[in-house]
């Protein structure tokens, strides 16, 4: 069930910090976009504690409708100069207008933010379009985690992208050719 209808123009969509009174209406597209392995209440109560104060570990955002709609949100976890993809979520009626670059370039900028010199996550092998997505980005495929995605039991290709403030501008300002990568390691939902 979509909480919004028509896709408006991008730039009508904006990106701001989530914030406590998000998470009801994430679970909610969590729940609709990743039914097998959706969130918990808990988990995102648990990233966003990481998210405040001059310790944060942290960024997570969401893409709000100009009606107040949630259409899509994404976070990164940062430690030890390696940021994390931890989630990118986009409805269905929104894919395709740029929201999904629009909130890794939001990400990739944290992860600059936090000083990290690499970005990593997982997504689904049978997730082409996002790992298009990523490839554009710079990520490039390092690893596999067999049965990663429970309970169907999918697996999980590791992607790393080296120096995320090179991509860290939005799509249409990214480097010709990638730079080449390698590393292993993320927590990724996708």
Do not use: K
């Amino acid at each position: 069930m979509s909480t919004a209808s028509a896709a408006p123009s991008p730039q009508a969509v904006t990106l701001r910090e989530m914030r406590w009174w998000d998470i009801e209406p994430v679970l909610g597209l969590e729940a609709e976009l990743f039914p097998e392995d959706a969130w918990s209440a808990g988990m995102f109560w648990s990233e966003l504690a990481h998210a405040r104060g001059p310790a944060a570990t942290r960024r997570y955002l969401v893409a709000e409708e100009p009606g107040g709609a949630l259409v899509g949100y994404g976070g990164l976890a940062a430690a030890g100069g390696t940021g994390d993809i931890q989630t990118i979520g986009v409805l269905p009626g929104h894919r395709g207008t740029g929201l999904g670059s629009r909130l890794l370039s939001a990400l990739l900028r944290a992860a600059t933010d936090f000083e990290c010199g690499e970005v990593l996550l997982e997504v689904r092998v049978d997730n082409a379009p996002a790992q298009r997505l990523y490839e554009r980005f710079g990520f490039v495929p390092v690893g596999l985690r067999r049965g990663y995605y429970q309970p169907a039991g999918v697996d999980a290709l590791v992607m790393r992208l080296a120096d995320p403030a090179t991509y860290a501008a939005h799509p249409g300002t990214l480097p010709e050719t990638p730079l080449p990568h390698t590393h292993q390691g993320s927590n990724w939902h996708g």
